[in-house]
């Protein structure tokens, strides 16, 4: 054989990005990790068994996702020769109250529930924010683990750490800090949202770029289309990016007592017109409006007005609502914020996509703006 000519130079394919990503999460009281993956196959069934060795294992969803994905995720790991239950509640907020938690309680004690086992939170936000708070109540405190199946739940929810339900008197109004032994999130899982809620969730997206990242920003400016079309690895790239900077805020400010503010970014009149459109809003279109709102109030106080163009420019190619004076806003609940401190409240100000400042603004002052601007 000649030898092999050294100017010739083999070509080869470039190797096609993984379709998988794994994060660390380190806050103060735990270290834990985020995987994310196309399929929710054999590695979601090694992940939960690494996360939760000798636990019984007891699956919280909703009866929508119970419907989808609960079945082959209990076969799985009932394959695996682990002991499982499911346990589901009826899709929607209205899940989210301490009756549904008391009888997720009576649920799990009847079967015998100890310290050493551990919850599966298969679903959105919702179930996330429920099964996190029973795991962190019941026997004070079981291990949990999250498999969120929204875009909103993967890219905020499931991470940070933060438990809730609503009382009558607000949401999330009940609650503790609990961590998670891991966050698993399968592409497949969320590829069976509708559009409407799959966009809503890239609203937390655009928050957390807003204030954090220019560079994810551009991003999603440049691959909105196919990010709604669950394009694998647009999707995968930016939801990791998104959990990543999340991640790194939470382990800096695991109980907000300052920077994780900024995650308030858009939530403040976001709430607001939550609550002014009785809910017939999605939280993640509400956030996205609210966005708008705080940006347009910036530029009272001297601030870009390219921010609100980029924004709104970006709402949109999200197929998201872009027009916040169009809402009814609850200005009582603007005024009665839960993160108020006395008349004011800490409100994340973008100067530009990527950098953030919390300024100290009067909530009376921002609620003569809302009135201003939506009596034109
Ligand atoms: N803990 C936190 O840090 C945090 C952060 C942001 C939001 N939240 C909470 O998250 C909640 C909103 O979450 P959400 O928007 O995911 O709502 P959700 O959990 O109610 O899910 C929305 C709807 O989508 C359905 N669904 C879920 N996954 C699906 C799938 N893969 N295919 C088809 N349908 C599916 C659900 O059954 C539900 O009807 C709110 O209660 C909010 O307070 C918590």
């Not at 050493?116 to 708070?133: E, H, K, M, R």
Request: net charge neutral.
């Amino acid at each position: 054989l000649a030898p092999p000519d050294p100017a010739l130079k083999i070509k080869t394919a470039p190797a096609p990005e993984p379709v998988e990503r794994r994060l660390c999460v380190t806050t103060p009281s735990a270290t834990y990790n985020v995987e994310l993956r196309h399929d929710a196959g054999a590695w979601l069934i090694d992940a939960i068994d690494a996360a939760t060795p000798n636990a019984r294992l007891f699956i919280l969803t909703d009866q929508t996702v119970a419907a989808l994905h609960a079945d082959a995720l209990t076969r799985a790991l009932v394959g695996r020769g682990r002991q499982v239950t499911l346990h589901s509640v009826p899709a929607g907020e209205g899940s989210k109250t301490l009756e549904t938690a008391s009888r997720l309680y009576d649920e799990l004690l009847l079967a015998g529930v100890c310290r050493t086992d551990a919850v599966v939170a298969l679903g959105g936000g919702v179930v996330g924010d429920l099964a996190g708070f029973v795991a962190s109540t019941i026997l004070r405190g079981i291990r949990s683990v999250q498999v969120p199946t929204t875009t909103l739940a993967a890219v905020d929810a499931s991470v940070g750490g933060k438990t809730a339900v609503n009382s009558p008197r607000g949401k999330n109004l009940i609650g503790t800090f609990h961590q998670p032994q891991a966050v698993l999130i399968a592409r497949e899982h969320l590829a069976t949202q509708n559009p409407r809620q799959h966009a809503a969730g890239l609203a937390e997206v655009v928050k957390i770029a807003a204030t954090s990242d220019a560079l994810l920003f551009e991003r999603v400016e440049r691959d909105a289309k196919a990010l709604l079309e669950f394009a694998p690895q647009p999707l995968l790239d930016v939801i990791a990016r998104a959990v990543e900077l999340k991640a790194l805020v939470v382990g800096r400010d695991e109980r907000e007592q300052g920077e994780r503010a900024i995650l308030n970014y858009g939530h403040t009149i976001g709430h607001a017109i939550e609550s002014g459109e009785r809910f017939r809003l999605l939280h993640g279109e509400a956030v996205m409006l609210g966005m708008l709102a705080e940006a347009e109030w910036a530029v009272t106080q001297g601030g870009s007005p390219k921010v609100v163009e980029r924004l709104s420019a970006l709402a949109k190619a999200l197929a998201l609502p872009t027009s916040w004076t169009a809402a009814r806003i609850d200005l009582g609940a603007l005024a009665l914020d839960k993160k108020r401190q006395g008349e004011e409240v800490r409100l994340p100000v973008v100067p530009k996509p990527g950098t953030v400042e919390l300024r100290n603004v009067s909530l009376e002052a921002l609620a003569s703006f809302v009135q201003r601007r939506t009596a034109t």
